[in-house]
């Protein structure tokens, strides 16, 4: 029952990133078909990312008072309308609006999802079934601009919108048939927009909650950089043909797949904070290297994506426990909780991907920085959480 929970939940955590990693191969073709200029093209990319990350902030709370499975089956209908009319957009203001349809859409599953876990899971046993999720859902960015690029060389760019449109019908009868209900009436919060607004301050009041949620979210702004870049990066900076992208997404990806096996493999031997330790050495590590490389030498496979693979297999081993430590905060309001954090993460991502990557995305050097920015932010976050822990504990002891 597990292993098909956890597929079911693992693909609809595919929606979003299938809609952000597939097209991004067709970015000159979508270009050339609507006489417009790259920088026009990337803001199709960053409309999805602000309009996916905004309505994570309320999928959550929606979940928490109607019910897990109608708020996710209502969000792929809205999906798939949004995928049907990109396909068929004339005009580059039609595929925009689309776009931003896909991406008000596209974000229920991952943020309902995690709250599924924490209605079903606790502890180490939600840590790992995380993780398993991860690792699965992995492998959609890692094949998406593969397939991306191979509909796009051989039907077109449209063609990818109608794979995402079949993507969606398909994950909507398998929530239909095999996903139940995990929130029981009983237990759903009355849809009160006064309590709700209390709820919601509560979460951003929390020093905490916040701090660590930053810290996933600037950990992941390496990500965020090089799909944000991936176009460029893969075509103009590695010379590569659109059919290519596996060269900078099967190392990122499987990274990440790998990180999330072992950490689900470690949920029950090793502490959370040795985990999250671990993974903060060997992200600096690779980002370290990542910087030198691209100084010496002219950016080129294999050599220029290593460094990313270590990066995100660390990154993997943290992204559990920290996100369950933000979580288990708010264990009455796991909806909310969840949307927020997926909210403030996807937020990040969408500034990072959307406005700083086309700043870094001429020259593999000044994106190997970049990684390394975010990674220092991220550190510093880490590092604030754990002083707000420390006077949390002093001011409970002090009290007793």
């Not at 180490?124 to 060389?153: C, N, R």
């Not at 009436?185 to 909650?209: D, S, T």
């Not at 426990?321 to 309001?333: G, K, V």
């Not at 990674?375 to 504990?393: D, I, M, N, P, T």
Request: hydrophobic fraction near 60%; proline fraction near 5%; glycine fraction near 8%.
């Amino acid at each position: 029952m597990n292993i098909l929970l956890t597929l079911l939940l693992a693909g609809l955590t595919m929606v979003g990133p299938l809609a952000i990693d597939t097209y991004l191969p067709s970015f000159p073709a979508i270009a050339q078909t609507f006489d417009a200029s790259p920088m026009l093209i990337q803001q199709t990319l960053s409309a999805f990312l602000f309009c996916f990350a905004f309505m994570m902030l309320f999928y959550g709370t929606l979940s928490d008072s109607f019910g897990r499975r109608p708020v996710i089956l209502g969000s792929l209908v809205l999906y798939i309308a949004a995928s049907l009319g990109a396909a068929l957009a004339p005009s580059y203001g039609v595929l925009l609006a689309c776009r931003v349809l896909q991406g008000l859409a596209a974000g229920a599953g991952s943020v309902v999802g995690r709250a599924i876990v924490q209605d079903r899971f606790s502890g180490g046993e939600a840590q790992k079934i995380l993780s398993h999720i991860m690792m699965v859902f992995g492998l959609a960015p890692a094949i998406a601009p593969v397939l991306g690029g191979w509909l796009q060389v051989s039907f077109g760019w449209r063609s990818i919108f109608w794979f995402l449109a079949a993507f969606g019908v398909l994950m909507f009868v398998a929530v239909q048939r095999a996903l139940p209900e995990s929130l029981p009436p009983r237990e759903r919060h009355p849809f009160h927009l006064g309590v709700i607004a209390a709820n919601y301050w509560k979460v951003l009041c929390h020093r905490q909650f916040l701090l660590v949620s930053v810290a996933v979210g600037m950990s992941f702004a390496g990500f965020a950089l090089y799909i944000g870049s991936a176009a460029y990066f893969v075509m103009n900076i590695l010379h590569l043909p659109e059919t290519a992208f596996a060269w900078l997404f099967i190392p990122l990806i499987s990274g990440m797949v790998v990180g999330s096996a072992l950490a689900a493999k470690f949920a029950h031997r090793y502490s959370q904070a040795a985990l999250i330790w671990t993974s903060y050495a060997l992200m600096t590590v690779a980002a370290a290297v990542n910087i030198a490389y691209n100084y010496y030498f002219a950016a080129e496979v294999p050599w220029a994506v290593l460094p990313l693979f270590v990066y995100s297999f660390a990154l993997a081993l943290a992204m559990p426990p920290m996100t369950l430590l933000a979580l288990n905060h708010f264990p009455n309001n796991s909806g909310l909780a969840s949307s927020m954090q997926s909210f403030i993460q996807m937020l990040l991502f969408a500034l990072v991907s959307g406005l700083v990557a086309p700043l870094l995305f001429d020259s593999a050097l000044k994106l190997a920085y970049g990684v390394m920015a975010g990674l220092v932010l991220s550190l510093l976050a880490w590092l604030l959480a754990q002083g707000g822990k420390s006077a949390e504990v002093a001011e409970v002891a002090e009290v007793a």
